[in-house]
Nanobody, 115 residues
Framework: QVQLVESGGGLVQAGGSLRLSCAAS????????MGWYRQAPGKQRELVAR???????LYADSVKGRFTIARDNANYTVHLQMNNVKPEDTAVYYC?????????WGPGTQVTVSA
């Protein structure tokens, strides 16, 4: 099993920046990739960004050019650098490990962007 813990959420003004981090532990050798998802109140959980073990990235159109996902393989950590944030980025952000079976999920971290 893989355990994930997110950190770095909080309150930020529109146009500002925030950096989320996710630390993985457990059977990390079974991880095929890592991703960030978010869920706003009353909405479905959606993909924000994803990175494979070989470094390929995928971004939601809504965050392209503003958010960057990166891995620190030495420390089994994945980061999400959020720049030029907007009020519509407000959500609970979840880290996910892409596994051969069901993905593993962290508990989530709240990001609130004020106008």
């Amino acid at each position: 099993q893989v355990q994930l813990v997110e950190s770095g959420g909080g309150l930020v003004q529109a146009g500002g920046s925030l950096r989320l981090s996710c630390a993985a532990s457990g059977t990390i050798f079974s991880i095929n990739g890592m991703g960030w998802y978010r869920q706003a109140p009353g909405k479905q959980r959606e993909l924000v960004a994803r990175i494979t073990n070989d470094g390929r990235t995928l971004y939601a159109d809504s965050v392209k050019g503003r958010f960057t996902i990166a891995r620190d393989n030495a420390n089994y950590t994945v980061h999400l650098q959020m720049n030029n944030v907007k009020p519509e980025d407000t959500a609970v952000y979840y880290c996910s490990a892409i596994m051969p079976g069901p993905n593993s999920w962290g508990p989530g971290t709240q990001v609130t962007v004020s106008a």
